[in-house]
C-alpha cells in the first residue's frame, strides 16, 4: 500500500471536497483506476515497483517534453500516439475506418485492398478530422468551490475566467471538467490541429481479421492499425489542410520497441478513455443488466440481421455500409459480453451487500449527514428509470436505427421553406446549396431498400419498449391502427411517400431550385415523423431526464464523501469522462473460467490457423499467406523465431482507449490497445483484476504488416527503433532530454506555474464581480 486517506476523515465536514480530492488521488492497487496524469506522483511508486523506469514527471510535465506531448485524442473518440519527428501517428485501424471507408469506391477499393502511401504528396486529406494535443491538466478545485459558496452564476463567471485566463492571446482551447461527482475540477487546456493525412491501412481482412466472431474474444490475431500524420502551418501552428502545410515537429514522440515483451512485464496505456460507472448503485446495475442493456442489443441486433445480409449481397453495399456497420456491432457484442460477466460475478447482489455495509458503518459512525445517502441513491434512481429508458430508446431508434429519420431532420427544412412565402429567394437558394452539399455525402452510402428493413425490423421493439407516455404522437396513433401492428406496412407506406427516400429526384429538386416542385413535399410524412421523433424527445425526456440525472450525480458525490470516509483505506478513482488518463499494469494472461487459460500473447501461426479462404470474416491476403507460410519475419520475430500478433494487460481499458499506445517501462512503444476480452467486457462496471485483461497488437506485427507485406520501408524508417530491455538497462541511461514541451514557455518549477496561474485567476475573477456590480457586464 502506498498512501491511504486515514486521518483524514475527521476534516471531511469542514473540509470535504480537499479532503475528498486526496481520498480519491491515492491507490492501494495497480491494475485497477485510470490514473490523471496531472495526479501520477501519488502512484509513481507502485509503477515503479512493477517495473517503470520513468518518473511522474517523465509521464506527465508542463516544462519539458514528455510522454503526453506524444499521445492525441482523434477523431474526438479514439486515441492515437505519435511515433515519427515528422508527426506520424498510429491508432487503430477501427478508429480510421471512416476515413478508409470514405476513400473507397469500386474502383479504388482500400476497405478490401488496403491503402499506403509511398510518398507524402499520396497521403489523402480528411476533411473535419482531428487530433487534440494536451497542453496542461490544471486542478482547480479550490478555486471553483470557492466560487460554489457564492452562487451557481458565480461558479459560471469563474468556468469563464478560467477559460479566458488560460487561452487569450494564444491557439488552444480550454475547459473546467467535473470529477468524482462534481466534488473535484480540472481545468483542462488543449490544441487542436485539423490536417490530418491518411498514411497507410492494410487491408480489412488484416485489419478486421476475425470480425464479429472474434471481436472481444481471446485469442485474437487481428492487425488493427492505421498510420495518419498531422500537418501544422509552416510556423508550425494548428492549419486547416493546404498544399502549403508542413508535417507536425512535434513535442515529443514515441521511441519503438523492438525488443518486445515478456509475461510480467510492465505495461501502461496512455489515452482518452469515454466512460465508466464504477460507483452506480445496485439498482442500477440490475436496470442495465435485466432492462437497459436486453432492449439495446434486441433493437442492434435486428438491424444488423439486415445490414449483413445486404452487405454479403452487393460489394458497393458493403463499401457503402462498412463503417456503419461497424459502429453499430461493436457496442452490441459489448453489452452481450456485460451482461454475461456481471451476472456471472454477482454484481447486483455484490453492490446491495456493499450498500447495506455501507449504510450501517455511516450508522455506527454517526455520520449524520449522510445517514439517508444510501436510500437516497435508490429513490433518485427509481425516479430517473422511465426518462433513462426513454433516452436510451431515442438514441437507438434515432441514431442507430434508420437512417432516413436523422436526414429529414438535417435536410426536411429546405422542403417547409420552400413553400412558405415569408421565406426570400436568396435564404432559399442558401439553404438550398447547404442541403445539397450535405447530400453529396449522404446519398452515395445510403441505400433506401435497406434502410426501410431496418425501419419495419426495429420499430416494433422500440415501440414497444417505451414507457408508458413517451411514444412520439404520430408514431403511437399509427402503430395503434397498424392492422396486426404490421411494421413493413408502416415503412412502406412512408418511404414510398418520401422524395427524401429518392436521392437522385431530391438532388434534382434542389440543384434546379424549383420551390414548386419541392412545395409539393412539404408535409412529406418522414419529415413529420422525424420532427415529432426529436421534438418528444425533447419535450417529454430531456429536461426532466436531465433534472433527475444531476439530482443523482449530487447523492452521488455524497456517497462517494461517505466512501472516503468509512473505508479510508480503499482505492477510489475518478470515472474515465473522456479526458486523458493513464492506466497500468503487465503483461499477463488470465484464467477466467473454470478449466480455460489464456496464454498472454499470439502468433502468426494462429493467424494461419483461422485463415478460411473466402470467408467473410476470416481471408487474409495471398501475399500475407505466402510470407507467413514461409515464416518471413525479418527482424521481426521474437527470440524464439515466432512472429507474434497481439498480447494480454492488466491494464484497465475502455472505450475511447482504442488506438491508445502500449508503452513499456522504459517510455517505448511495444503495442497497441484495441480491445479487451470477452470476461473483461463487465470492466465499465466491476474491474476484477484476476478476471480482466485489455488486447493488444504487437508492434511488431505492425511494423511487419507494414514492412514485409506491404513493402510501406520508408515508414519504418522514419520511426525511432530502440532494441533496449527495461531489465538491464545502461546506468547513464536517460529518458528524455531537456527539450520543452508543448506547455512550454514556462521557466518556473510547475509548482509556481500553477500558484502563479490561481493567482492570476482570482484577480482577474475579482475584476470581473467589481465590474458585474458596477453594471459594466
Known amino acids: ?46 509503477m515503479q515497483d512493477m517495473g517503470l523506469k520513468l518518473t511522474a514527471e517523465d509521464i506527465y510535465s508542463i516544462n519539458r517534453s514528455s510522454l503526453k506531448d506524444a499521445i492525441v485524442q482523434f477523431g474526438g473518440g479514439c486515441t492515437a500516439s505519435v511515433i515519427s519527428d515528422q508527426g506520424l501517428l498510429l491508432t487503430n485501424h477501427h478508429c480510421g475506418y471512416g476515413q478508409i471507408q470514405s476513400h473507397s469506391s469500386l474502383e479504388r477499393d482500400i476497405l478490401k485492398d488496403g491503402f499506403w502511401a509511398m510518398s507524402k504528396e499520396e497521403e489523402l486529406i480528411n476533411p473535419g478530422l482531428t487530433a487534440m494535443f494536451i497542453v496542461r491538466i490544471e486542478d482547480v478545485t479550490d478555486i471553483m468551490r470557492a466560487a460554489k459558496e457564492e452562487g451557481e452564476e458565480a461558479a459560471k463567471a469563474q468556468r469563464e475566467a478560467l477559460v479566458s485566463e488560460a487561452t487569450d492571446g494564444t491557439d488552444y482551447d480550454a ?18 490541429f485539423t490536417d490530418v493525412r491518411l498514411v497507410g491501412a492494410p487491408p480489412s481482412s488484416i485489419g478486421k481479421f476475425g470480425g464479429d ?80 442493456n436486453p432492449t439495446r442489443i434486441a433493437m442492434r441486433t435486428a438491424s444488423l440481421e439486415v445490414i449483413n445480409a445486404a452487405m454479403r449481397a452487393d460489394d458497393g453495399t458493403r463499401i457503402a455500409y462498412a463503417a456503419k456497420q461497424s459502429r453499430i456491432a461493436n457496442a452490441w457484442k459489448k453489452w452481450i459480453g456485460q451482461n454475461e460477466g456481471l451476472i456471472d460475478f454477482g454484481a447486483v447482489a455484490e453492490k446491495r451487500r456493499a450498500q447495506v455495509e455501507v449504510a450501517k458503518e455511516i450508522r455506527s459512525q454517526g455520520m449524520d449527514e449522510f445517514s439517508t445517502v444510501v436510500g437516497d441513491l435508490t429513490k433518485d434512481f427509481e425516479a430517473l428509470r422511465p426518462y433513462m429508458e426513454a433516452r436510451s430508446l431515442f438514441i437507438e431508434w434515432f441514431y442507430y436505427g434508420p437512417e432516413i429519420l436523422r436526414w429529414a431532420a438535417e435536410a426536411g427544412d429546405v422542403l417547409t421553406m420552400a413553400a412558405d412565402k415569408t421565406v426570400s429567394d436568396s435564404a432559399f437558394d442558401a439553404r438550398a446549396q447547404e442541403v445539397l452539399d450535405a447530400a453529396a455525402g449522404f446519398y452515395p452510402d445510403y441505400r433506401a431498400a435497406v434502410d426501410r428493413k431496418v425501419f419495419a425490423a426495429v420499430f416494433p421493439l422500440y415501440m414497444d419498449a417505451l414507457p408508458q407516455g413517451f411514444a412520439p404522437d404520430v408514431a403511437a396513433a399509427t402503430w395503434a391502427m397498424s392492422k396486426d401492428q404490421d411494421a413493413k406496412a408502416i415503412a412502406d407506406d412512408l418511404f414510398d411517400g418520401s422524395i ?6 431530391f438532388i434534382a429538386l434542389l440543384e434546379s431550385r424549383d420551390r414548386k416542385g419541392l412545395k409539393k413535399h412539404a408535409k412529406d410524412r418522414l419529415i413529420e415523423w422525424s420532427q415529432q421523433t426529436s421534438d418528444s424527445y425533447w419535450v417529454k425526456v430531456r429536461g426532466e431526464y436531465g433534472r433527475l440525472q444531476s439530482a443523482m450525480e449530487e447523492d452521488m458525490g455524497r456517497y462517494l464523501l461517505a466512501l472516503g470516509q468509512v473505508y479510508p483505506d480503499s482505492t477510489f478513482w475518478p470515472d474515465a469522462n473522456s479526458t486523458l488518463r493513464l492506466t497500468y499494469g503487465l503483461m499477463e494472461g488470465s484464467e477466467p ?26 481471408d487474409l491476403p495471398e501475399g500475407l499467406v505466402a510470407k507467413l507460410k514461409a515464416q518471413e519475419y525479418g527482424p521481426y520475430a521474437d527470440s524464439e523465431g515466432n512472429l507474434r500478433v497481439c498480447f494480454l494487460g492488466s491494464n484497465h481499458t475502455t472505450g475511447g482507449n482504442s488506438g491508445s499506445p502500449a508503452i513499456n517501462g522504459t517510455g517505448d512503444l511495444v503495442g497497441l490497445n484495441f480491445d479487451r476480452t470477452w470476461e473483461s467486457t463487465m470492466s465499465d462496471v466491476r474491474f476484477d483484476a484476476d478476471r480482466c485483461r485489455n488486447i493488444m497488437v504487437d508492434i511488431r506485427y505492425v511494423l511487419w504488416v507494414t514492412d514485409v507485406y506491404a513493402g510501406a520501408t520508408h515508414l519504418v524508417q522514419e520511426m525511432t527503433l530502440t532494441e533496449r530491455d527495461p531489465d538491464n538497462l545502461s546506468p547513464n541511461w536517460r529518458p528524455f532530454g531537456t527539450g520543452t514541451g508543448i506547455g512550454r514557455g514556462y521557466e518556473q518549477s510547475e509548482e509556481e506555474v500553477r500558484d502563479n496561474f490561481r493567482k492570476r485567476s482570482m484577480e482577474r475573477m475579482q475584476e470581473r464581480r467589481q465590474k458585474m456590480e458596477a453594471g459594466e457586464e
Open 1 to 46: 500500500m502506498i498512501a491511504t486517506c486515514k486521518n483524514v476523515g475527521a476534516s471531511l465536514r469542514k473540509g470535504m471536497w480537499m479532503a475528498l480530492a486526496l481520498c480519491f488521488t491515492f491507490s492501494a492497487q495497480a491494475t485497477e483506476g485510470m490514473w490523471i496524469p496531472a495526479l501520477l506522483k501519488a502512484v509513481e511508486g507502485d
Open 175 to 192: 475547459v473546467v471538467r467535473d470529477f468524482l461527482y462534481g466534488n473535484q475540477q480540472f481545468l483542462i487546456v488543449t490544441r487542436t
Open 213 to 292: 466472431t472474434d471481436n472481444w474474444v481471446w485469442p485474437r490475431h487481428t492487425g488493427d492499425f492505421s498510420l495518419f500524420r498531422i500537418y501544422s502551418g509552416p510556423d508550425g501552428a494548428p492549419a486547416e489542410p493546404s498544399d502549403d502545410n508542413i508535417p507536425l515537429d512535434p513535442a515529443h514522440h514515441l521511441p519503438v520497441s523492438m525488443h518486445g515483451m515478456e509475461e510480467g512485464d510492465f505495461t501502461m496505456v496512455f489515452g482518452f478513455p469515454g466512460r465508466t460507472e464504477r460507483y452506480i448503485p445496485a439498482v442500477q446495475v440490475d436496470h442495465l443488466i435485466n432492462t437497459l
Open 500 to 505: 427524401l427516400d429518392d436521392g437522385d429526384a
Open 593 to 618: 473460467r473454470d478449466a480455460v487459460s489464456y496464454k498472454p500473447f499470439s502468433t502468426a501461426r494462429g493467424v494461419l490457423d483461422k485463415y478460411v479462404p473466402g470467408d467473410a470474416e476470416f
